[in-house]
C-alpha cells in the first residue's frame, strides 16, 4: 500500500503543529487538510465541497435540538428539582450526599447529554452542599466529575448522534442511543458502590431526609423533567418520531416544563439561552464540517486501511488489540475535546475494531466511554477544569480527588470492550 509521506505528514504533522500553537481545532483541521490537498494537487473547491457535503445530513438537525432541550432545561430549575428527587431514593444513606449527585447525574445526563453541563449544574449545587456537611472538597469535584461522564452515554447524547454520522451512516442512531442505555446505568451504579465503601472507609455523614410531607410534591416535579428523556426514546422505540423529529419535541417539552410549570426563569431568559445554544452549535458545525475535508482526504491516501493493517500487523490477538485501541482513545482524549475527536478516530480505527469482529454500535459505546475518561483526565481533560472551577480548588487536588473513581469506570470499560452483550442486548431486542 503506497502511502505519500509528505501527505500524511502535513495531514497530521500540521495539525498537531498548529494545536501547539494553540489555533482552534476546528481551523487545525480545516489548514491540515488544505495543506495536505495543496500537496496532492487536489482543487480547493474540492474540499470545499467535501466541508459542505459534512453538513449535508438531515440526522444531523437534531443536535441543535438537543443542545437547546439541554440549555433550557440546565438553567431552567431542573438541576434542583433532580437532586431533591435523587435525595428521596438515596440521600438517607451514609455518604448520601455522594450517592445523591451520582444519582442527579443519572437523570441529567439523560436530559443534557453533555458532562460539561452536567458538572456545571449539578456541580454548582452539590459540592458547596456537600463541603457544608464536612466532605473533602477534592473528593466531592471527584464525585462530580466522575459522574458527570454517564451524560455521554445515556440518551439522548449529542455525541452518539456526531459518532452515527461520522461512522458514515451505516450506524443507526437509535441503535447506538439503546446501545449507551445498560453501561450508562451500570456506571452509574458502579459509582454508587464506590462511594458506598468510600462513605464506610471515611465515615461519611449520612444526608437528611425529605420530610414525607414534601416526598409526593418532589417525586412528581422530579418526574416532569426526568420524562423528558423518556419521551425521546419512547417515541424513538415505538416509531411515532425519528431520532431527529424527538428532538424536536424534547424542546417542546423543556419548554412547557420550565416556561410552564417550574416558572423560576422569565420568558425573556429564553434570548440567553437561544444564543449559548448557536454558540455551541456553531462551534460543533464548523468542527463537523472541517472534519469532513479532513476525512475524506483520510480516504485518498487510504491511511486507515494502512493503520489497519499496521495494527493487525503488531498483534493477531483481539484482546491486545481492542486494548491497544482503548489506550490510544484515552490519551488522545486528555488532550483533546470529545467532539472532534469522534469526528477524528471514528474513519481512522472503526475499520480496526470491525475487522476483529466489534459491531459498531458497540465501538460507538466504547469510543464515547474512552473519551469520557479522558474528560476528567490531565492535563486538559475539559470537565476536570469546569469541575475545579465550580468546587474552587486548584487542578492537582481535583486530580486526586477523582483517582478512586477510576477504578468503576475502567471496569465498566473493559465490560463494553470484551463483553459485547454488555453493550448490544438492548438494542438487538428492539431490532436495531
Known amino acids: 500500500m503506497n502511502i505519500d509521506p509528505v501527505g500524511a505528514a502535513l495531514l497530521f504533522g500540521g495539525f498537531a503543529v498548529l494545536l501547539l500553537l494553540r489555533v482552534p481545532i476546528a481551523l487545525s483541521l480545516a489548514m491540515s487538510s488544505m ?18 457535503q459534512g453538513l449535508n445530513s438531515f440526522p444531523l438537525l437534531a443536535i441543535p435540538f438537543f443542545i437547546l432541550a439541554g440549555e433550557i432545561m440546565a438553567t431552567g430549575g431542573i438541576a434542583r428539582r433532580l437532586i431533591d428527587f435523587a435525595s428521596v431514593l438515596v440521600g438517607w444513606l451514609r455518604g448520601g450526599l455522594a450517592m445523591l449527585n451520582v444519582v442527579a447525574s443519572t437523570f441529567f445526563g439523560g436530559i443534557s447529554g453533555s458532562a460539561v453541563a452536567d458538572t456545571s449544574s449539578i456541580g454548582a449545587v452539590m459540592i458547596p452542599m456537600m463541603r457544608r456537611q464536612g466532605y473533602r472538597p477534592a473528593y ?51 459509582l454508587l458502590v464506590t462511594c458506598y465503601l468510600l462513605a464506610r472507609r471515611h465515615n461519611h455523614p449520612r444526608g437528611e431526609p425529605i420530610p414525607m410531607r414534601d416526598v409526593p410534591r418532589v417525586v412528581l416535579q422530579g418526574l416532569l423533567g ?24 424534547a424542546c417542546v417539552w423543556a ?34 464540517a472541517a472534519a469532513g475535508a479532513y476525512g475524506y482526504l483520510l480516504t485518498v491516501m487510504q491511511l486507515p486501511a494502512a493503520l489497519t493493517q499496521w495494527l493487525t500487523g503488531l498483534t493477531e490477538n483481539p484482546i491486545l488489540l481492542l486494548l491497544l485501541c482503548n ?25 480496526v475494531v470491525t475487522s476483529v469482529g466489534m459491531d459498531p454500535m458497540q465501538f460507538g459505546v466504547m469510543l464515547m466511554l474512552n473519551l469520557a475518561i479522558g474528560l476528567i483526565t490531565p492535563p486538559v481533560g475539559s470537565v476536570l477544569f469546569v469541575g475545579s472551577a465550580v468546587g474552587k480548588v486548584r487542578i492537582e487536588e481535583a486530580s486526586r480527588g477523582v483517582l478512586p473513581f477510576y477504578v468503576p469506570l475502567v471496569i465498566a470499560l ?13 438494542p438487538r431486542l428492539l431490532g436495531f
Do not use: C
Open 226 to 249: 426526568v420524562l423528558t428523556p423518556v419521551i425521546v426514546i419512547g417515541g424513538i422505540l415505538s416509531g411515532v418520531f425519528t431520532a431527529t423529529e424527538s428532538a424536536a419535541i
Open 140 to 190: 466531592a469535584v471527584g464525585v462530580t466529575i466522575s459522574s458527570a461522564a454517564q451524560g455521554v452515554l445515556i440518551p439522548p447524547s449529542h455525541n452518539m448522534i456526531i459518532f452515527a454520522l461520522a461512522a458514515g451512516g451505516g450506524v443507526s442512531i437509535g441503535g447506538v442511543f439503546m446501545a449507551g442505555l445498560v453501561p450508562g446505568i451500570a456506571l452509574g451504579l458502579l
Open 414 to 426: 473493559l465490560l463494553v470492550t470484551y463483553v459485547p452483550e454488555f453493550s448490544l442486548t438492548l
Open 255 to 288: 419548554f412547557l416544563i420550565t416556561f410552564g410549570v417550574y416558572r423560576e426563569v422569565p420568558l425573556r431568559a429564553l434570548v440567553g439561552m437561544l444564543q449559548r445554544t448557536m454558540r455551541t452549535l456553531a462551534t460543533v458545525l464548523f468542527l463537523i
Open 35 to 52: 495543506g495536505a490537498a495543496l500537496w496532492l494537487d487536489i482543487p480547493m473547491p474540492v474540499i470545499g465541497q467535501k466541508m459542505v
Open 327 to 351: 489506550l490510544l482513545l484515552i490519551m488522545l482524549g486528555a488532550v483533546l475535546d470529545m467532539a472532534p475527536l469522534i469526528l477524528i478516530t471514528t474513519p481512522i480505527l472503526l475499520p
